[in-house]
């Protein structure tokens, strides 16, 4: 679906970030359709990026929350939720079973955020907070308004209306009403209101918009001061020895973006996918710059070293006495540094993902970056331990700076331009055991029989 730069090429400009887990949450990534882990599913990741086909899984005395930009999603134990859609213009989720909150702070014009359960489907009108219930076996979905409006759809045409401080228990896909729900509020309601009041004492939220994602965990783990260089700026109050942005976490392949790294740092998300990094003194300081009321999320604001010409034939020593190999290394782009993308994206998306900085047009001219040959700021691994998602450590020793006069920005990088995309590793290869279910796209359900792909079945009918 084209975003909001016009461009049917261009990937969305947002995704889901995990944020918080208590107890058992397990995840299945939308990569995983028609290969043998399709329904396999493992402990869930902070910071991994969600994206349409995701599903996720809470068990039982486990609880879980999300955001979607400023939206907040809050899951119950055992439940089960899938992301249908997730691009710029919609959020289509599938809550199979369990129970969820909403908290919706901004609806931006054109925006569609809908929840479907096995029974109807529920779209929401205006920023409110929202609770939805979802009971498979008797075939039933209670839907709550605490705040807000929305409006519910079933089969047939059917529609009903909800208002702010209603709700409505119905039955069976034509609407049936199931008989009045729950008038107390539960733990969980508990638990997801002093989220909310946590969330809006954020300091954080008054110097990044709130679309920003992963803004709410910069508080406990930094601090915000003035830069006369770079305004606003974010320092992390701990980190190991020898640490450098990007250094503590994995390079995971996630399409449509394609490599992206997750950071260990419960902290780790809007540093590494919005804004820039500087070196002030002797510390790290992210510098978000001017971020758009909604700012488009990149898959690492990274580039690559180690080329020759191009190629990745850069081999050194990782660590004492180690023998030479094939490498790969990276460093944060600096403030004035533009985001280039491996990815096919339009020159609009271009713009809008770097909106954010005053691009410094000489590094198109020299290619010498910022950081380029410092050795406190690169960081490299192995080809493989690169293509296989190894962890990356914060207490690997700085890198010899001869290493770095030999190795070239390799070209196709994620800062670089897409003109060699052989310089960096492939997509890993799965094995197939079976033809791909829907040929690649999500399913709202198992396919087979009655099952469709893509859209729910009463989400299709309505947009026909």
């Excluded at 640490?243 to 976490?249: D, I, K, L, Q």
């Excluded at 709202?444 to 469709?452: E, L, N, P, S, V």
Aim: glycine share 10%; proline share 9%; hydrophobic share 35%.
């Amino acid at each position: 679906m084209p975003g909001p730069y016009g461009a049917a090429i261009d990937p969305p400009g947002r995704v889901a970030r995990l944020n918080l887990v208590e107890g058992a949450v397990s995840f299945a990534p939308a990569d995983a359709a028609g290969f043998p882990e399709a329904n396999a599913r493992t402990p869930a990741l902070l910071n991994r990026p969600l994206t349409s086909g995701d599903r996720l899984w809470t068990g039982p005395r486990a609880r879980s929350e999300l955001h979607i930009g400023s939206t907040a999603v809050r899951m119950n134990e055992q439940t089960s939720l899938d992301f249908l859609t997730l691009d710029d213009n919609t959020v289509q989720l599938r809550l199979a079973q369990g129970t969820i909150r909403l908290r919706v702070r901004t609806l931006f014009e054109g925006q569609r955020l809908e929840v479907n359960t096995p029974n109807l489907a529920f779209v929401i009108t205006q920023p409110g907070d929202y609770r939805l219930d979802a009971n498979p076996i008797s075939n039933t979905t209670r839907v709550v308004a605490l705040s807000g409006a929305g409006v519910i759809y079933g089969d047939g045409g059917e529609t009903v209306n909800l208002g702010n401080q209603q709700q409505a228990n119905f039955t069976g896909t034509q609407l049936t009403p199931a008989g009045p729900g729950a008038a107390v509020q539960d733990s969980f309601d508990a638990w997801a209101a002093e989220r909310d009041r946590r969330e809006d004492q954020s300091v954080s939220a008054r110097y990044i918009p709130r679309e920003t994602l992963g803004y709410q965990q910069l508080d406990s783990y930094g601090d915000w001061r003035h830069d006369a260089t770079y305004g606003a700026v974010w320092l992390p109050r701990a980190v190991p020895v020898h640490w450098a942005p990007y250094r503590v976490g994995h390079w995971s392949w996630i399409a449509p973006w394609g490599w992206t790294w997750i950071d260990d740092a419960p902290w780790g998300f809007a540093p590494f996918h919005y804004g820039r990094w500087a070196q002030i003194g002797p510390r790290w300081a992210w510098v978000p710059g001017r971020l758009a009321p909604r700012p488009v999320y990149a898959p690492a604001l990274v580039a690559f070293i180690g080329g020759n010409s191009g190629g990745v034939h850069w081999s050194i020593s990782i660590g004492s006495g180690g023998t030479p190999r094939p490498s790969l290394g990276w460093f944060p782009l600096a403030p004035d540094e533009p985001f280039r993308p491996a990815y096919r994206v339009s020159p609009r998306y271009v713009t809008e993902v770097n909106h954010n900085i005053v691009v410094n047009n000489t590094v198109n001219v020299t290619n010498i970056y910022r950081y380029q040959r410092l050795p406190a700021a690169v960081t490299a691994v192995s080809r493989d331990d690169f293509s296989r998602g190894r962890p990356v450590r914060g207490d690997l020793t700085p890198l010899n700076p001869a290493d770095l006069s030999r190795a070239q920005v390799v070209t196709g990088g994620l800062a670089e331009g897409a003109a060699n995309r052989g310089a960096l590793p492939q997509r890993p290869r799965l094995s197939r055991t079976a033809k791909a279910c829907c040929s690649g796209r999500p399913a709202t359900r198992r396919c087979g029989g009655a099952t469709r792909c893509g859209q729910s079945r009463r989400t299709s009918r309505r947009q026909a």
